[in-house]
């Protein structure tokens, strides 16, 4: 079955380190996104990558850093630089050319819950 | 003042209850408008969307958008247990590229 794969399910990590979050999709999709959902907040963009070798930063990108070297793969570091990296982290991807409108929805994978202490 | 809002809830309803969740925005720019149901521990996943203003029925979910009010709706009759969930509105801003996301709502459909 096709669809997107966040591991771990959940991380746990002391303050300082940085730490990474995998996403892999198997839906031949172009474009790829980085989420973070803190309670009361919805879901605030971190990173986007829209072709492999490419990314922008959304609203949040501070602390984070990401990569895209493969078109099924996006992972996401979060660094020491992040002030509260605590939080539910969700990737999700769509085809070229719909993004995030029209009747191509965005897919998510099931996030990452990170906690760092 | 952001630029969706959303009662984050909780709502609670019994079984077979008509449930209303809704959202304000602050931009008439925006263009697309979308719901997502996301269950406990789970990614969203979307439920419906529309771009224009009026009702647009699947089901026993009906998506409600006024564009003159900026206030989108979404309906569930009958609700089931199974929809006890968080629904996330999201709007699509076409010229900014942006997809903006409601702070959702958590709903409770009791039996």
């Known amino acids: 079955d096709g669809g997107i794969t966040q591991s771990p399910k959940y991380l746990f990590r002391k303050e300082g380190q940085n730490v990474t979050l995998s996403c892999e999709q198997n839906?031949?999709?172009?474009?790829m996104y980085w989420y973070r959902q803190d309670p009361g907040q919805g879901l605030r963009l971190i990173y986007y990558?829209?072709?492999?070798?490419?990314?922008q930063k959304g609203d949040i990108a501070e602390g984070y850093s990401v990569s895209r070297e493969k078109k099924e793969s996006f992972p996401l570091t979060v660094t020491s630089a992040q002030k509260n990296p605590t939080a539910f982290y969700l990737c999700?991807?769509?085809?070229?050319?719909?993004?995030?409108?029209?009747?191509?929805?965005?897919?998510f994978g099931n996030g990452t819950r990170l906690t760092v202490t | 003042q952001k630029e969706v809002e959303q009662d984050p809830g909780p709502l609670s309803v019994p079984e077979g209850a008509i449930v209303s969740l809704n959202c304000t925005y602050s931009?008439?720019?925006?263009?697309?408008f979308m719901w997502y149901r996301q269950y406990s521990r789970k990614g969203p996943e979307l439920l419906m969307y529309?771009?224009?203003?009026g009702n647009k029925e699947d089901g026993r979910f009906t998506a409600q958008v006024d564009k003159s009010s900026k206030y989108i709706s979404l309906f569930i009759r009958d609700s089931q247990p199974s929809d006890s969930a968080t629904y996330l509105c999201?709007?699509?801003?076409?010229?900014?590229?942006?997809?903006?996301f409601g702070q959702g709502t958590e709903l409770s459909v009791k039996p």
């Open positions: 999700a991807s769509s085809p070229p050319g719909q993004g995030v409108a029209y009747n191509s929805p965005l897919h």
């Open positions: 839906l031949n999709h172009d474009a």
């Open positions: 990558s829209q072709i492999v070798n490419d990314f």
């Open positions: 931009n008439s720019a925006f263009q697309y």
């Open positions: 529309t771009y224009s203003s």
């Open positions: 999201a709007i699509f801003y076409n010229q900014g590229g942006k997809l903006i």
